[in-house]
Nanobody, 126 residues
């Protein structure tokens, strides 16, 4: 059974850092690009970051550039999102997703991804 399971979400103060993890099972993650999305209440799901299958290229949303870093460990079949300088508007449910292709070029719509985790909650307080 193909599955993605996120972990690492927490309640943190603004300005602090947090690392999210995404564990894949039932398939080999290194055949695909992997991304993180987030969704705040009442808002659409937005792409945060994407990393290509071998990690040679990546994409970041404008709101997280310079603060978040996406990475992966293909031997462990895991992906990660390291978030620094967290802000109040980073509060959201964070999802990892498997991209339909090996690279991150092009659009980052929900439809560009075929498998999703259940999400992990990140809440940033003042």
């Amino acid at each position: 059974q193909l599955q993605l399971v996120e972990s690492g979400g927490d309640l943190v103060q603004s300005g602090r850092s947090l690392k999210l993890s995404c564990a894949a099972s039932g398939f080999t993650l290194d055949n695909y690009a992997v991304a993180w999305f987030r969704q705040a209440p009442g808002q659409e799901r937005e792409a945060v970051a994407c990393i290509s299958r071998l990690g040679e290229s990546s994409f970041y949303g404008d709101s997280v550039k310079g603060r978040f870093t996406i990475s992966r460990h293909n031997v462990k079949n895991e992906g990660y999102l390291y978030m620094t300088k967290l802000q109040l508007d980073d509060t959201a449910l964070y999802y990892c997703a498997r991209r339909r292709s090996a690279g991150c070029s092009g659009t980052h719509l929900v439809a560009d991804y075929d498998y999703w985790g259940q999400g992990t909650q990140v809440t940033v307080s003042s």
